[in-house]
């Protein structure tokens, strides 16, 4: 391989592993001001945790050799020790870098739907079983050989050519951990103070940098994969995840604005990065007209379905539901229809959209499951949500003994 891809490979991996603090400063803002350390530290915690279990067996458990394996043997490279010693060391390790950067961060994005009530210990080792059991397995389904991947031929036969299309996660990130969040929060149940009241973010420039630091790695997100593939497809992924994104913004504000509101920097933050979900299964796979009326779709329908947790009554802190687990089922339902050369609406037939809507089921299915019952076992064992006075008197100061700003904070923001 050239040095060029080398280089945008390297490139790509520092800018996904960057979007874990750009999730922390985005929660961070948007929580209470006597929640700020927890909720970043819990996106630092899946950082280092998850680093270190991608090293150790995440790789090896993400690739499969057999069609319905559930996942690679987690000791076939313990410590990664083989692919460090094989012909082509350096492109594979870079690889596995690169590839470990989504784990972290699709563990980070959970930790969003529990804010302000959750213990740090509790959350570090349901994060480390989650991984586990579920995303290394899924991401060997998705892109390591397993079902997913191969469904269309399953399916469909070889000679249809059709085949699930999810470049960079829409199933495996978004899905995974918008499921996983909903599972939590129904374990956890609402915080004392639930309501709409409650999540007036402290600090919007905070949640703004955030979004920055989110849509600039998200180019490594999407795009990065490429440096492996020839570099063929970057520049159209890279003018889908500016547009996408960029629609999404308008759409979010839009209903904002019609709704009786006022358009607001939240919103705006909040539309970026509903766009980028949806963009991120599709990047590859869209004309750049298509992804504008995706992005613009997608940041009005979640700036709706952020309102659910109200009228239904449960407790997802910073819409991780509603953001991702919506955005991600609408950018790989999506694909269905307008996938180019094969989408419903764009010359193809109709087994591309029973693929998309079969692999996205499958995902959360699977995710809500084990998230809901590894959550209930920590919550009824060791305890997995603060005492209701901790909780008031706040994460920060009862779990990590800091505070965010060493200054006299009220207790209402």
Not at 227 to 254: D, K, Q, R
Request: contains cysteine; proline residues 2%.
């Amino acid at each position: 391989m050239d040095t060029g891809s080398i280089a945008w490979g390297l490139t790509a991996t520092a800018l996904v592993l960057l979007m874990t603090p750009g999730v922390a400063f985005f929660y961070g803002g948007l929580v209470k001001a006597k929640s700020v350390v927890s909720m970043m530290m819990m996106s630092f915690g899946a950082l280092a945790l998850i680093g270190v279990l991608w090293v150790l067996y995440g790789a090896s458990m993400s690739t499969v050799t057999g069609l319905w394996d559930f996942s690679g043997n987690p000791l076939a490279d313990l410590g990664l020790t083989s692919l460090a010693t094989g012909e082509t060391a350096n492109t594979d390790l870079l690889g596995s870098a690169f590839s470990a950067t989504f784990a972290i961060i699709t563990v980070a994005l959970i930790s969003g739907a529990i804010a302000d009530r959750a213990r740090f210990g509790s959350w570090m080792l349901f994060a480390g079983v989650w991984a586990s059991i579920v995303y290394f397995p899924v991401a060997a389904w998705v892109w390591g050989g397993g079902w997913i991947l191969h469904l269309g031929e399953t399916l469909f036969g070889t000679e249809s050519g059709a085949e699930v299309i999810d470049y960079a996660g829409g199933t495996a990130v978004h899905i995974n951990a918008g499921a996983a969040a909903l599972a939590l929060v129904l374990v956890l149940g609402k915080r004392t103070t639930f309501g709409k009241e409650a999540d007036k973010p402290h600090n919007v420039p905070l949640v703004l940098l955030g979004a920055a630091l989110l849509w600039f790695g998200w180019f490594g997100f999407n795009a990065g994969a490429e440096w492996a593939n020839g570099m063929a497809g970057v520049g159209l992924i890279a003018v889908n995840t500016l547009g996408a994104t960029a629609a999404a913004i308008i759409g979010w504000l839009v209903v904002e604005r019609v709704k009786g509101g006022k358009p607001t920097a939240v919103g705006a933050a909040s539309g970026a990065v509903s766009g980028l979900v949806a963009i991120t299964p599709a990047c590859a796979n869209l004309t750049p007209g298509w992804s504008l009326l995706l992005g613009a779709l997608t940041g009005a329908v979640c700036a709706l379905a952020v309102e659910l947790k109200f009228r239904l009554g449960y407790d997802d802190t910073l819409d991780v539901v509603g953001i991702h687990l919506v955005g991600g089922l609408i950018g790989t339902v999506s694909l269905g229809f307008v996938a180019t050369g094969t989408g419903l609406f764009v010359g193809g037939g109709i087994e591309q959209l029973v693929l998309q809507v079969i692999a996205a089921a499958a995902v959360l299915a699977y995710s809500f499951a084990v998230a809901w019952i590894v959550g209930t076992v920590i919550e009824k064992t060791i305890g997995f949500r603060l005492a209701p006075d901790a909780e008031v008197a706040g994460v920060d100061r009862e779990v990590h003994g800091e505070r965010a700003y060493d200054m006299t904070v009220p207790e209402q923001m």
